[in-house]
């Protein structure tokens, strides 16, 4: 391993980027998995694509009306799911619509939008020292919320029929953890692209799902595989001049189809 990287401000935040996002990730993707919202990732990640297009627009800063968007469709999803809409299908629509309005607010926006591709695809070794600091505060609140709630959160995830009988605030936790995985989103998107976000939020989780039944042991193996499938992949993109993203998915998806070799 060549630790000689490790004398580059740039390989620094890099890896102190991905041990944070891990973290979050394992905190937020295990809720999405068993929730069954896979996807959820997917479509609000596209649905920010509005809000950076209405941004650029306007002028604003597209951070801030990506976060907007994200959080709108969230709970879109989720106001839509009540509805007794299925959440596929609700993703669906936040995702489609999400889409097109970005399209075309970049489209009206006078000029070249060049940042909009660091948005979309991402460089984990472009990770600034703010990008970390804002990181860390998010993950350091969602650790909080787990450690002060986790178990309310654990019961909704499995069983919200359930946690209901059991006068559970079961509208309280989807709305505050559909924000967060909003909020997560918004953050890490510029950081590590769609691509390797999506691929964070679940591929994780599901190697996690098949090693054990326990949720808190679950945020635990998925934070270790996140964190080796990044840190491993980071290495090896650099070492072999290949995009990070590519290879720390290749890997996720390597370690999985490991997990699929162990019989439940």
């Known amino acids: 391993m060549n630790y000689e990287l490790l004398q580059y401000a740039f390989f620094r935040n890099a890896l102190a980027g991905v041990v944070l996002i891990s973290v979050a990730c394992a905190v937020i993707g295990v ?19 509005g809000g950076l297009g209405l941004g650029y627009f306007m002028g ?43 399209i075309l ?15 979309l ?10 990008d970390l600091w804002a990181f860390a505060i998010f993950s350091l609140l969602a650790v909080g919320v787990y450690v002060a709630f986790g178990r309310v959160i654990m019961a909704v995830s499995f069983d919200e029929d359930f946690a209901r009988t059991r006068h559970l605030p079961v509208r309280l936790v989807n709305t505050v953890m559909m924000v967060m995985v909003s909020v997560g989103i918004v953050l890490t998107i510029k950081m590590i692209g769609v691509m390797l976000l999506m691929s964070l939020m679940s591929l994780p989780q599901l190697v996690a799902e098949r090693l054990t039944h326990s949720y808190f042991k679950m945020m635990l193996i998925s934070g270790i595989v996140s964190l080796a ?13 290949v995009p990070a993203s590519a290879v720390i998915v290749i890997l996720l998806a390597l370690f999985y189809g490991l997990a699929l070799l162990k019989r439940n």
Do not use: K
């Open 31 to 49: 809720y999405i998995v068993t929730r069954r919202m896979v996807f959820i990732a997917g479509g609000i990640t596209h649905t920010c694509f």
């Open 229 to 241: 499938g990044c840190v491993g992949g980071l290495w090896l993109s650099v070492i072999i001049d």
């Open 60 to 102: 604003w800063n597209p951070l801030v009306t990506a976060a907007a968007f994200a959080i709108g469709g969230s709970l879109g999803v989720d106001a839509m799911a009540r509805w007794r809409v299925r959440q596929d299908s609700a993703i669906a629509v936040v995702w489609a619509l999400g889409m097109a309005l970005g």
């Open 105 to 119: 607010f970049v489209f009206l926006t006078p000029g070249y939008v060049p940042e909009l591709n660091s948005f």
């Open 121 to 130: 695809f991402g460089n984990v070794l472009n990770i600034t020292y703010a």
